[in-house]
């Protein structure tokens, strides 16, 4: 096998298998994935079957969702962070799907008819009654691999639920070999081969798309579960990445690991970030810890839906000129991107319009919502949600969520940029619209210490449309799997506590 010898070092144990140890060759990962496919089958999983993997954060989700596409099922992946309601009702939209799960979270859907719902239970260690544990087939026969059609489902995830029910994404073959284009093109300029930190939950497509690439690459990998800053820099100076891709909010959260005298983040060269918009303090902090020489912060726009489709790097030169709201150009190999005025007006940065991506890279369509992806298709080009514009050296610019722009304000997101740049003590600042339209910024502080006032002032006044800032503990802040601030049920919150006050 290419590359059987490349080591992949977790941070954590396999639940489904604790034998394995946290250091495995890319040899074992292929004879554990073999197993389990044919463990699956025993369990009656077959193919063109969907199998809902939800259970707690670990790297065997993506060996299970492996395992379950050799034996030609469809990997469903919902978030160990969805409620038991949230899947419930992701269930039902799959028709009976089997369910694969852990104790903790059977726990959860104790409440729900799991026979109406499941057409099997499957757990990866004990089983209550009436469910088939993983570990009790231990040594089934092997199953051939089954490879179905580069147009057909080969796996399912779900979009970040930040305004409400998340929608079951339909991802194939085709759509995600085609994402890998532009990645593959970015690898293949780096000098050398280095080792990758992939901190980004398990069970996103974009762990998928990550795997291939260090797989097809042989790039040692080390995979990060626990996200506490003081484990990861003890993890990271262990094995010392010179690459590591995670979410712009862990990136955040590690900030302070950039003045630990151990520099965690010395040997990194490469870092890379999607999901969500990075701001620009984040990423000029991270590049002056690196010690290598000019290292890079890859910033990539994309969603779930289409992959990635514009991007750019930074470096230690450029980071102090930073335009946070600039995500990039396209990609060698990727995606088109076209921005379509809102009003027949001229699209500009004080008339911004919808961002529409184009590619064989875009998500089939939404599990048994075709109505609600259909309305997102316009003449074969795919509307983001987002507005922005494009410079006229042709950046795209992405200021806001349509549904999250707020009138008068401009872009959110690029005050919120500014005030952090501005304040160091803040850790999170998310403006929403008030009970009667205004902006209120919502804040989170180190040590949730309350914002000196005059401090607030002094940062705030290119913007005197802005309400006082409210403050919340971070760890009340609404967030999604991938740590974007659910700013819908940010604003209902703000509603709820003003209204409490009254």
């Not at 309350?450 to 503990?473: C, E, K, N």
Request: proline letters at 7%.
């Amino acid at each position: 096998m290419k590359h059987g010898s490349t080591l992949l070092t977790l941070d954590h144990d396999l639940d489904v298998l604790p034998e394995a140890g946290r250091r495995i060759t890319v040899n074992e990962l292929a004879h554990y994935v073999t197993d389990l496919a044919g463990r699956l089958a025993a369990a009656g999983v077959a193919s063109g079957q969907h199998l809902v993997v939800y259970k707690r954060p670990n790297f065997d989700s993506w060996i299970l969702g492996t395992a379950a596409a050799r034996l030609g099922a469809i990997p469903v992946m919902l978030s160990p962070a969805l409620d038991a309601p949230t899947v419930a009702a992701l269930m039902r939209r799959l028709g009976r799907p089997h369910l694969l799960t852990d104790t903790a979270k059977l726990g959860l859907l104790s409440g729900e008819d799991l026979d109406e719902l499941a057409q099997s239970v499957i757990t990866v260690a004990e089983a209550p009654k009436g469910a088939v544990s993983l570990a009790d087939l231990e040594g089934s026969a092997p199953v051939r691999p089954v490879f179905t059609g580069l147009d057909e489902p080969a796996m399912i995830t779900h979009t970040s639920g930040t305004t409400g029910l998340p929608k079951l994404v339909v991802h194939t073959a085709r759509t995600m070999r085609t994402r890998l284009r532009p990645q593959l093109v970015m690898l293949g300029i780096m000098p050398r081969r280095e080792t990758a930190a992939i901190s980004i939950p398990f069970v996103h497509s974009r762990l998928f798309a990550a795997m291939a690439l260090v797989l097809m690459k042989g790039m040692p990998t080390i995979l990060v579960n626990n996200h506490d800053p003081e484990q990861v820099a003890q993890f990271f100076l262990k094995n010392r990445p010179g690459l590591i891709e995670a979410l712009p909010n862990s990136f955040l959260a590690w900030e302070g690991l950039v003045n630990d005298p151990r520099r965690p983040f010395a040997s990194v060269k490469y870092f890379s970030s999607t999901f969500d918009a990075i701001h620009p303090r984040t990423v000029r902090r991270l590049l002056d810890s690196s010690r290598r020489r000019s290292p890079q912060f890859f910033q990539i726009y994309g969603q779930s839906e289409v992959g990635p489709a514009v991007g750019r790097p930074y470096y230690r030169r450029h980071a102090r000129e930073m335009d946070g709201r600039c995500v990039g150009f396209a990609l060698p190999g990727s995606a088109r991107v076209r921005v379509v005025s809102q009003n027949g007006r001229q699209v500009s940065e004080t008339n911004p319009g919808f961002i529409e991506v184009r590619w064989d890279g875009i998500a089939k369509t939404y599990h048994g919502e075709q109505d609600r992806y259909d309305e997102n298709v316009n003449g074969g080009w795919w509307r983001t949600g987002d507005v922005g514009y494009r410079t006229k050296l042709g950046c795209l610019h992405m200021l806001d969520r349509e549904i999250d722009t707020i009138p008068g304000v401009g872009s959110s997101l690029e005050i919120e940029d500014a005030v952090l740049d501005r304040l160091d003590e803040l850790v999170e600042v998310a403006i929403v619209q008030g009970p009667a339209g205004e902006p209120v910024p919502i804040v989170c502080t180190r040590d949730d210490e309350p914002v000196d006032p005059d401090r607030w002032r002094q940062a705030t006044t290119d913007w005197p449309q802005l309400a006082g800032p409210v403050h919340l503990p971070l760890a009340e802040l609404p967030r999604t799997a991938t740590l974007k601030t659910r700013r819908v049920e940010l604003s209902r919150i703000l509603h709820h506590r003003l209204q409490e006050q009254s």
